[in-house]
């Protein structure tokens, strides 16, 4: 019972760092666009507010799609065990 909760621990650990690595990933490349299109002052503290929710937002998605992918690549073996 105890290695259920050991391995649930570890599986949210990971899930925490691969979310938080990816809307890292994504505040960086938000930082490539050029801003000034979309606000008139791109430094405000408004548009660092809407850079960070795309990057919430954005990050989020992906760690998503990622760990959806892992979570089903790594169930894949159950249907190859016979027992």
């Known amino acids: 019972m105890n290695s ?25 490349v938000l930082q490539e666009i050029k801003w000034e299109q979309f606000f008139r002052h791109p ?12 990057a919430i937002i954005a990050g989020r998605l992906l760690a998503g799609f990622v760990l959806d ?5 790594s169930a894949l073996k159950n249907l190859f065990n016979s027992s």
């Open 43 to 54: 430094k405000s503290p408004r548009a660092r507010l809407a850079q960070l929710f795309l």
């Open 69 to 73: 992918y892992w979570n089903w690549a």
């Open 4 to 28: 259920i909760y050991y391995s649930m621990g570890w599986d949210s650990l990971f899930s925490i760092f691969i979310t938080l690595g990816f809307i890292a990933v994504a505040w960086v």
